[in-house]
């Protein structure tokens, strides 16, 4: 073949059970807020890796409530 496909490592189960650790805690924070806190704690991670795992664990931050009797 002309191109050379590479496997891709598997993901750490560690880093997955600390950003539902994280987004348990924190529900308004998204991949980006998450991937500052798990580089604070220690973790060596990369801002796409954090967001391929949250899409792929089917995080979300939640919508806001609209108020009632706004116009």
């Not at 650790?21 to 890796?49: D, P, Q, S």
Request: aromatic content about 8%; cysteine-free.
């Amino acid at each position: 073949p002309k191109t050379v496909r590479r496997e891709r490592p598997p993901d750490n189960p560690e880093i997955r059970e600390e950003m539902h650790k994280i987004a348990e805690k924190r529900r308004r924070y998204g991949y980006r807020r998450i991937t500052a806190f798990l580089r604070e704690a220690g973790w060596t991670v990369n801002a796409r890796r954090v967001e391929r795992i949250w899409r792929r664990e089917g995080l979300k931050v939640p919508q806001k409530q609209p108020r009632k009797g706004r116009l």
